[in-house]
């Protein structure tokens, strides 16, 4: 098994996984962020 093929299962799971749970706590931050910069 080479680096890539390693790399990609790496990519596939964190996409499966992680993204689905952290994309709310992100647009969260985010739109915290945007009303704190735009609020003032």
Known sequence: ???S???ET???FFEA???PTLKPIIDAI???IGGI???K
């Open 17 to 19: 996984n992680v993204l």
């Open 30 to 32: 985010m739109g915290l």
């Open 37 to 39: 910069i735009g609020g």
């Open 1 to 3: 098994m080479d680096f």
């Open 5 to 7: 093929s390693i790399f």
């Open 10 to 12: 790496i990519k596939g």
